[in-house]
Protein backbone atom coordinates (compact mmCIF):
# COMPACT_ATOMS: atom_id res chain seq x y z
CA UNK A 1 0.00 0.00 0.00
CA UNK A 2 2.43 2.37 0.61
CA UNK A 3 4.42 1.78 -2.78
CA UNK A 4 0.61 3.02 -4.36
CA UNK A 5 0.65 6.15 -2.05
CA UNK A 6 3.99 7.37 -3.22
CA UNK A 7 3.86 6.39 -6.32
CA UNK A 8 0.33 8.79 -6.44
CA UNK A 9 2.28 11.32 -4.07
CA UNK A 10 4.47 12.54 -6.36
CA UNK A 11 1.87 14.04 -8.84
CA UNK A 12 -0.14 16.23 -6.05
CA UNK A 13 -0.39 19.90 -7.44
CA UNK A 14 -4.02 20.74 -5.89
CA UNK A 15 -4.87 22.03 -2.20
CA UNK A 16 -6.70 18.39 -1.87
CA UNK A 17 -5.42 14.60 -2.07
CA UNK A 18 -5.93 13.74 -6.01
CA UNK A 19 -6.63 10.28 -6.67
CA UNK A 20 -8.52 8.59 -9.73
CA UNK A 21 -12.59 7.95 -7.91
CA UNK A 22 -12.43 4.20 -9.04
CA UNK A 23 -9.10 3.55 -7.64
CA UNK A 24 -8.79 2.40 -4.20
CA UNK A 25 -5.23 3.59 -2.96
CA UNK A 26 -5.42 0.94 0.34
CA UNK A 27 -6.77 -2.44 -0.69
CA UNK A 28 -4.30 -5.27 -1.93
CA UNK A 29 -6.70 -6.84 -5.26
CA UNK A 30 -7.35 -3.98 -7.09
CA UNK A 31 -10.16 -3.44 -10.10
CA UNK A 32 -8.14 -0.93 -12.41
CA UNK A 33 -5.20 -1.74 -14.85
CA UNK A 34 -1.93 -2.33 -14.02
CA UNK A 35 0.33 -0.65 -16.65
CA UNK A 36 4.01 -0.38 -15.55
CA UNK A 37 3.85 -1.32 -11.63
CA UNK A 38 1.14 0.90 -10.60
CA UNK A 39 -2.69 0.88 -10.89
CA UNK A 40 -4.39 2.96 -13.22
CA UNK A 41 -8.25 3.46 -14.27
CA UNK A 42 -8.70 4.19 -18.11
CA UNK A 43 -11.31 3.91 -20.58
CA UNK A 44 -12.00 3.53 -24.56
CA UNK A 45 -14.22 6.69 -25.19
CA UNK A 46 -15.55 4.74 -28.81
CA UNK A 47 -16.55 6.43 -31.67
CA UNK A 48 -13.54 5.42 -33.44
CA UNK A 49 -11.16 7.65 -31.19
CA UNK A 50 -8.53 5.66 -29.60
CA UNK A 51 -6.63 6.51 -26.05
CA UNK A 52 -3.89 8.27 -26.38
CA UNK A 53 -0.41 6.87 -24.93
CA UNK A 54 -0.22 9.63 -22.39
CA UNK A 55 -3.79 8.58 -21.31
CA UNK A 56 -2.68 5.05 -19.84
CA UNK A 57 1.29 5.92 -18.84
CA UNK A 58 0.95 9.28 -17.21
CA UNK A 59 0.17 9.81 -13.54
CA UNK A 60 -2.38 12.65 -13.44
CA UNK A 61 -5.39 12.73 -12.56
CA UNK A 62 -8.28 14.66 -14.20
CA UNK A 63 -12.35 13.83 -13.32
CA UNK A 64 -13.70 15.23 -16.29
CA UNK A 65 -11.35 13.64 -18.53
CA UNK A 66 -12.92 11.43 -20.99
CA UNK A 67 -10.56 8.40 -21.15
CA UNK A 68 -9.73 8.58 -17.42
CA UNK A 69 -12.51 10.57 -15.52
CA UNK A 70 -16.30 9.92 -15.21
CA UNK A 71 -17.47 12.27 -18.95
CA UNK A 72 -18.53 10.15 -21.43
CA UNK A 73 -18.93 11.63 -25.03
CA UNK A 74 -22.18 11.99 -26.82
CA UNK A 75 -24.03 14.36 -29.48
CA UNK A 76 -21.77 16.21 -31.82
CA UNK A 77 -18.17 15.44 -32.93
CA UNK A 78 -16.79 19.20 -34.68
CA UNK A 79 -13.37 19.91 -35.60
CA UNK A 80 -11.89 23.92 -34.90
CA UNK A 81 -8.67 25.70 -34.51
CA UNK A 82 -7.12 26.35 -31.01
CA UNK A 83 -7.45 30.02 -30.84
CA UNK A 84 -6.96 30.12 -26.77
CA UNK A 85 -4.62 28.43 -24.22
CA UNK A 86 -4.60 30.51 -21.26
CA UNK A 87 -7.14 28.60 -18.99
CA UNK A 88 -6.30 25.46 -16.83
CA UNK A 89 -7.00 22.41 -18.70
CA UNK A 90 -9.26 24.49 -20.58
CA UNK A 91 -9.15 25.59 -25.11
CA UNK A 92 -11.34 27.86 -26.52
CA UNK A 93 -11.81 26.67 -29.83
CA UNK A 94 -13.15 28.46 -33.29
CA UNK A 95 -15.37 26.66 -35.68
CA UNK A 96 -15.61 28.50 -39.03
CA UNK A 97 -18.54 28.22 -41.09
CA UNK A 98 -20.28 29.83 -44.02
CA UNK A 99 -23.77 31.24 -43.58
CA UNK A 100 -25.72 31.78 -47.37
CA UNK A 101 -27.28 35.08 -47.83
CA UNK A 102 -30.59 35.08 -50.26
CA UNK A 103 -30.70 38.50 -50.92
CA UNK A 104 -27.14 38.66 -52.38
CA UNK A 105 -27.00 35.16 -53.74
CA UNK A 106 -23.89 34.29 -51.68
CA UNK A 107 -22.59 33.37 -48.56
CA UNK A 108 -20.53 35.21 -45.80
CA UNK A 109 -18.09 34.03 -43.47
CA UNK A 110 -19.04 33.30 -40.16
CA UNK A 111 -17.48 31.52 -36.63
CA UNK A 112 -18.30 30.71 -33.32
CA UNK A 113 -15.65 30.14 -30.38
CA UNK A 114 -16.56 27.05 -27.64
CA UNK A 115 -15.25 26.77 -25.07
CA UNK A 116 -13.69 22.74 -24.38
CA UNK A 117 -12.21 20.86 -21.74
CA UNK A 118 -8.85 19.30 -22.26
CA UNK A 119 -7.40 16.31 -20.62
CA UNK A 120 -3.47 16.69 -19.46
CA UNK A 121 -2.73 13.72 -21.96
CA UNK A 122 -2.77 16.37 -24.82
CA UNK A 123 -0.52 19.38 -25.53
CA UNK A 124 -1.91 21.78 -27.71
CA UNK A 125 -0.70 25.14 -28.93
CA UNK A 126 -2.54 28.02 -30.53
CA UNK A 127 -3.40 26.69 -34.52
CA UNK A 128 -3.61 23.34 -33.88
CA UNK A 129 -6.50 21.68 -35.43
CA UNK A 130 -8.96 19.67 -32.19
CA UNK A 131 -11.51 16.98 -32.44
CA UNK A 132 -13.90 17.68 -29.59
CA UNK A 133 -16.96 15.83 -28.42
CA UNK A 134 -20.09 16.81 -26.58
CA UNK A 135 -20.42 15.66 -22.92
CA UNK A 136 -22.69 16.72 -20.07
CA UNK A 137 -21.96 20.60 -18.66
CA UNK A 138 -18.22 20.56 -17.42
CA UNK A 139 -19.01 24.11 -16.32
CA UNK A 140 -21.17 27.42 -17.20
CA UNK A 141 -19.45 27.41 -20.42
CA UNK A 142 -17.86 24.15 -21.41
CA UNK A 143 -19.88 21.66 -23.12
CA UNK A 144 -17.44 19.96 -25.27
CA UNK A 145 -14.52 17.50 -24.48
CA UNK A 146 -10.96 17.31 -26.72
CA UNK A 147 -10.66 14.01 -27.85
CA UNK A 148 -7.61 14.54 -30.78
CA UNK A 149 -5.34 16.75 -31.65
CA UNK A 150 -3.79 17.34 -34.80
CA UNK A 151 -0.46 19.43 -35.08
CA UNK A 152 -0.54 22.99 -36.46
CA UNK A 153 1.38 22.94 -39.78
CA UNK A 154 1.36 26.66 -40.43
CA UNK A 155 3.91 29.23 -39.42
CA UNK A 156 3.50 33.04 -38.43
CA UNK A 157 0.44 34.99 -37.69
CA UNK A 158 -2.26 33.42 -39.67
CA UNK A 159 -2.54 30.67 -37.91
CA UNK A 160 -5.30 32.43 -35.22
CA UNK A 161 -7.43 33.90 -37.58
CA UNK A 162 -7.50 32.29 -40.60
CA UNK A 163 -10.75 31.10 -42.13
CA UNK A 164 -11.03 27.17 -42.59
CA UNK A 165 -13.91 25.36 -43.12
CA UNK A 166 -13.80 21.24 -42.10
Known amino acids: MAS ?5 AHEQKEGAFQKQPTIFVGRKRVLGRKVRGQTRYWKDV ?3 FKTPKAAIENDY ?3 KCPFTGNVSIRGR ?3 GTVVSTK ?3 TIVVRRDYLHWVPKYNRYEKRHKNISAHISPCFKTKVGDVVTIG ?4 LSKTVRFNVLKVDPQTLEGLQKKKRFRVF
Open 4 to 8: IVSSI
Open 87 to 89: MQR
Open 61 to 63: VDK
Open 46 to 48: GLG
Open 134 to 137: QCRP
Open 77 to 79: ILR
